[in-house]
């Protein structure tokens, strides 16, 4: 009986073993994901909650030439992958954070001027953020110990926005780390961006 159960799992290990590798050949970005939400806890929101996310489209416009706080909650505003609002804005949580809005119809770019900062210190000195916007990628910032800048900004092109005018902006973010991982407390979610603010304006 007791061989008859290792047998079992035995099999069932190896065909667990084997998904795995077949998936990472067949769709490594799905096997990665699931490595970092089930895993390694790297990822904040589940595949699900991102599938609603990305269908989602904010009811109200933003307004150009408008500020928007992130100690605030708007609804022409989505945020996926942050937290509840502190006094002066929201840390993301996890290697991906997401924010979304609908843009009225311009000719022009659109520029997102973000006032942030990252969570770094001693114990982790660097991290790295992947900015895109709608799948499109920009130049990597860097955040370092010391050396950290308050405003980065982004330029939403024309062409990328659909009939919709809908603009996603992800940030894959390297480096994180929780308070409690580095020896600051009880906090175990694993901090990147700290954002307080972003403009939005056009850029003539």
Known sequence: MKQRNFRVFLLTLIGFIYGFVLLFIVSPESYEWLVDFHFLGNRAFSKKEEKEFDKKIAKQQVELYQTYYFNK???????????????????????????????????????????????????????????????????????????????????????????????????????????????????INKLGLFIEEVKIKPKH
Request: glycine share 8%.
């Open 73 to 187: 909650d708007y609804p022409n505003i989505l945020l996926l992958g942050f937290s509840e609002s502190t006094d002066k804005g929201k840390w993301s949580y996890g290697n991906l954070a997401k924010i979304s809005f609908t843009l009225p119809k311009v000719s022009f770019p659109v520029e997102l001027e973000f006032k942030l900062g990252a969570y770094i210190n001693q114990h982790n000195p660097v991290i790295t953020v992947e900015p895109s916007i709608n799948d499109v990628h920009y130049n990597t910032w860097r955040f370092e110990n010391n050396k950290n800048s308050s405003q980065r900004t982004l330029l939403v092109f024309p062409k990328y926005i659909g009939n919709s005018g809908k603009v996603v902006v992800s940030f894959n973010i390297k480096g994180i780390k929780s308070p409690h991982e580095l020896g600051y407390g009880n906090n």
